[in-house]
């Protein structure tokens, strides 16, 4: 018996045509690629969850919850987590 398979890419593209489902990607689009780029310097310096969140004060379950976008942050909270990877958060209108 074979498996039918289908690409990610597959199904993002049919569930754009979903005019609703396109409003919604495009809303949660920027918190998504903010949580995309704190994964990528966490993983870049190899650095646990549990040890940023000890660089940041806070517990490993608000990382999780955060980098799952379980979690809607605070910019404070932000801050603190970009200066935890010696980052900084900069932020713009347009």
């Known amino acids: 018996m ?32 903010i949580i995309a780029q704190f994964i990528n310097a966490r993983q870049e310096q190899n650095i646990t969850q549990a040890e940023m969140a000890e660089r940041m004060g806070t517990k490993k379950s608000n990382i999780s919850r955060f980098e799952s976008g379980s979690y809607n942050p605070s910019l404070d909270f932000l801050v603190k987590a970009a200066a935890s990877l010696g980052k900084r958060i900069e932020c713009s209108l347009r």
Do not use: C, F, H, T
């Open 2 to 33: 074979s498996k039918a398979s289908v690409s990610g890419s597959d199904i993002r593209d049919r569930l754009m045509q979903d005019k609703e489902y396109q409003n919604e990607y495009e809303r949660l689009k920027p918190r998504y690629e």
